[in-house]
Structure formats: structure tokens, C-alpha cells
């Protein structure tokens, strides 16, 4: 593949292992980067990606260089221009990491919907086993990559939002409203997130989005877990085959991944 660029951070495995949150992540900061392809992707890792969309949106005419038709009609749906702009930034990211994975030109993949909208690779790079989730929130987006494992990703951007203890009541399960309500007031925001990113990252590891209720499992919603689901409903064995994780998403931001499994390593 042709080089992309990347950070002096951003390829932080020869590195040594002084600062684990950085190597745990690659960090894609500004237009100028690059990606030697082909990226390594054993079968026992799962590879975190974050990007600052906020300095890659400027180069939107690049970045629509590399998307489908389809995509560029959905760009062109936003009615803000910063929305677009963030849109068509995260979704040729994606393209541009997963080709450097797939050894192949980042315009030349193409993607399936699952029925809740889930995209894989499409045929023939799907025999890769190469899987990917994508999160955006605010200015940040965060992508997760295995092989042959479901997973999925999300991350928020930490808010004031007065609504949060109404939010809780109506989305988190009652074991997650114990936890949440017990804690006194200040600590309640970034509490809030962990609990909605956590339930989030497993709604879309399982594909089901909303349609698997929320009071169907409970996540902790403790900082820095890596074992955050708690409970499934109605079969308690769900919990044991997933593994939840907080994931580091940079200052103001909190995320997390849920991959099927436990035999993988998170590496960046
Ligand atoms: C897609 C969905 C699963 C997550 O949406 P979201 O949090 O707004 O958005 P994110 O940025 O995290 O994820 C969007 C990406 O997920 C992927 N995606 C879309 N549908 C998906 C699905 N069913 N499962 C997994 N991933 C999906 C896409 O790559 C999408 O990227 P794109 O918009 O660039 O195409 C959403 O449909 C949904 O059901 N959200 C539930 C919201 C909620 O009430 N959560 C309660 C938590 S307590």
C-alpha cells in the first residue's frame, strides 16, 4: 500500500514499555503520518487506534478521495460542515488502517451491513478474518481490529450533562444504578460515561445495537477495569465468553472494548 503518514508517537512497539497507556494505543494526531504496510495482526491480539479528527477534518478533500460513492453521499447528508468533515476523516482512517492490515489500497474494500447496520469487510478481503469497530464522540475517534473475534468499541466525550442521574434511571440496569447512585455527586459524571461507553462496547460487539435490552446485563462501572461485565440475562455463562475493558481515549474522553474471548492481548 502506499505510505500513509503517521506521528513520530503513533508507532510506539519499538519502544520500551516505559508509559503502557501509549504503547496500549496508536495515536493518529495530524494529517501527516504514516503507515508502513503490511501491519502485523495476530490471531491473540486485539489493536486499539485513536484519531484526532479535529486535525485530520481540514484535509477533507483527501480524505474523499478514498471513500466509496455511498460514502460520499453520506458525507454529503451532514448538514454542518464540521460533521461532514469529521465523517469523511474517521471513515478514510478506517480504510486507510485497514488496508495497511489487508496489505491492499484502501479504495479498493468494500463493506457488508449487518441487518443492524454493523459493517465487516466484504468478499474477498473478508477471508482476512480481519474484524473492526469504530467509535466517534466530539472531535476524537477510537477503531478496534482482530481476527476472527466479534468486538466492539466506543467512546464518549466526557460532559456536564444535568440530566445524567435521569439517564441513569431509565438506561442502566438496577445493579448499575446501585453502584451509580452510591456515589456522592462528583464523582458521578466520569461514572456516568464508564457505565454508558462499557454498555455500549458490548451492544455493539454483539451487532444487536438497542435491540438487546439494556437491563439484559450489568456492567461495573469501577475506573480502569478490565473485567466489566458483570452479569448476562437471561443466560449468566454470556458474561464468562466476552471480555470488557476500559480502554485509555486521551484527556476528556473515556472508552471501551468488548471482544469475544479471553485468549487476547490488547496491543497498539
Ligand atoms: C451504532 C450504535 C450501536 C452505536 O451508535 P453511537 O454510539 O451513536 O455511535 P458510535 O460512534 O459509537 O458508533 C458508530 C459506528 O458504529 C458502527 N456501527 C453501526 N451499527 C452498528 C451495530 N449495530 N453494531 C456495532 N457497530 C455498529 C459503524 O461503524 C458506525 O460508524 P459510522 O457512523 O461512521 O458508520 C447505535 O445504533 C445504537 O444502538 N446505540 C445505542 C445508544 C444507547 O442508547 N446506548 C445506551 C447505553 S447505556
Not at 66 to 85: G, I, M, N, T, Y
Request: charge should be neutral; glycine fraction near 4%.
Amino acid at each position: 500500500m502506499a505510505v500513509q503518514s503517521i506521528p513520530a508517537d503513533a508507532l510506539l512497539r519499538d519502544r520500551p514499555p516505559t508509559n503502557r497507556t501509549m504503547i496500549q494505543n496508536m495515536n493518529i494526531a495530524g494529517s501527516d503520518f504514516e503507515i508502513s504496510a503490511p501491519l502485523a495482526l495476530p490471531l491473540n491480539e486485539v489493536q486499539v487506534w485513536r484519531a484526532d479528527l479535529e486535525s485530520l477534518r481540514a484535509d477533507e478533500s483527501r480524505w474523499l478521495s478514498l471513500l466509496s460513492a455511498d460514502e460520499k453521499a453520506r458525507a454529503a447528508r451532514f448538514h454542518f460542515p464540521v460533521d461532514r468533515q469529521r465523517f469523511a476523516a474517521a471513515r478514510a482512517l478506517l480504510r486507510t488502517i485497514l488496508a495497511a492490515y489487508l496489505n491492499s489500497d484502501p479504495r479498493q474494500l468494500t463493506f457488508l451491513y449487518s441487518p443492524k447496520e454493523k459493517p465487516s469487510l466484504a468478499p474477498p478481503h473478508a477471508a482476512s478474518g480481519v474484524t473492526f469497530n469504530v467509535s466517534h464522540s466530539g472531535g476524537v475517534a477510537m477503531y478496534a481490529f482482530s481476527r476472527k473475534r466479534d468486538l466492539g468499541i466506543d467512546v464518549e466525550q466526557v460532559r456536564r450533562n444535568s440530566d445524567i442521574e435521569a439517564i441513569a434511571r431509565r438506561f442502566f440496569s438496577t445493579h448499575e444504578q446501585t453502584q451509580f447512585f452510591a456515589l456522592p455527586a462528583e464523582e458521578r459524571v466520569a461514572a456516568f460515561f464508564r457505565c454508558w461507553t462499557r454498555k455500549e462496547a458490548y451492544l455493539k460487539a454483539t451487532g444487536d445495537g438497542l435491540s438487546l435490552p439494556l437491563s439484559q446485563f450489568d456492567v461495573s462501572i469501577e475506573p480502569g477495569s478490565q473485567d466489566a461485565l458483570a452479569a448476562t440475562r437471561p443466560d449468566p455463562a454470556e458474561a464468562a465468553r466476552w471480555r470488557l475493558t476500559e480502554v485509555p481515549a486521551g484527556s476528556g474522553y473515556i472508552a471501551a472494548l468488548c471482544v469475544r474471548g479471553r485468549d487476547w492481548e490488547l496491543k497498539g
